[in-house]
């Protein structure tokens, strides 16, 4: 079965250094990896995500993200952190079925990261 | 690009009343949409998968008598919380699939997600 951890449940940053929010992931096959931010009571916003190519996804607000196959990672950067930046972070992992099987390929979440970047 | 609103955004009811929340595409047709529960700092839990047309998909656990999901269009699907409880207040995040052009057998679809809604039962 496929999953992703999140091993630090916050992360705090000051302003303006790079930050970085961990993640690894467990699964058969080939990895389909996303980011997803959520503000305060707020739905989940998409940052990035990485199917197949360059280990280095650029995505959304600056943010990026390095797929490491050895080491099974796809940690989240940002060279400069902002205060705006501070919400919780999600890694997520399309859970691949079977092809045929009808199964609908569900986004599964790792626990999710604070971000508290200070000023 | 792909907008899913939900409605209410926020509610409060007493308990033993039902409570209905919307999800709808707002610029495409979405024939799969999933309804995620979501607890205070806790991770999206998948509830159930909404299929236009179809009876929904519930996750182990998840009592669909409880949490009734009707898909009757391609740009709406609905939640229903009947005879709510004080632990049932959470936050509800639908998401509906949108097909991708060039995609793969495996990747043929993103997924976006609604605004949420929070239920407060007294």
């Known amino acids: 079965a496929q999953s992703v951890a999140q091993p630090e449940d916050q992360v705090n940053v000051a302003e303006g250094n790079p930050l970085t929010v961990k993640c690894t992931y467990s699964?058969?096959?080939?990895?389909?990896l996303f980011w997803y931010v959520q503000y305060p009571n707020r739905g989940l916003q998409f940052l990035l995500k990485?199917?197949?190519?360059?280990?280095l996804v650029k995505g959304s607000y600056g943010f990026e993200a390095e797929f490491n196959k050895s080491q099974t990672s796809f940690h989240l950067k940002k060279p400069s952190a902002l205060v705006s930046d501070s919400a919780l972070y999600f890694c997520a992992v399309r859970d691949m079925p079977a092809l045929g099987s009808g199964n609908t390929g569900k986004l599964i979440f790792g626990q999710g990261t604070t971000l508290q970047v200070k000023p | 690009g792909a907008v899913v609103s939900q409605h209410p955004s926020r509610v409060i009811c007493k308990s033993g009343t039902s409570v209905k929340i919307e999800c709808r595409s707002l610029d495409f047709q979405a024939t799969t949409m999933f309804w995620y529960r979501q607890f205070p700092k806790k991770s999206l839990m998948l509830m159930a998968t909404s299929n236009e047309g179809s009876k929904a998909t519930y996750e182990q656990g998840v009592e669909k008598d409880k949490f009734l999901i009707n898909h009757a269009s391609l740009t709406l699907s609905t939640l229903t919380v009947t005879s709510a409880h004080p632990e049932d207040s959470s936050f509800y995040i639908c998401?509906?699939?949108?097909?991708?052009?060039?995609?793969?057998?495996?990747?043929?679809?993103?997924?976006?997600f609604g605004p949420g809604t929070r239920l407060t039962v007294t």
């Open positions: 990485y199917i197949t190519g360059d280990n």
């Open positions: 699964v058969s096959g080939n990895p389909y």
């Open positions: 998401s509906a699939r949108v097909p991708i052009s060039g995609g793969t057998p495996h990747f043929s679809y993103e997924q976006y």
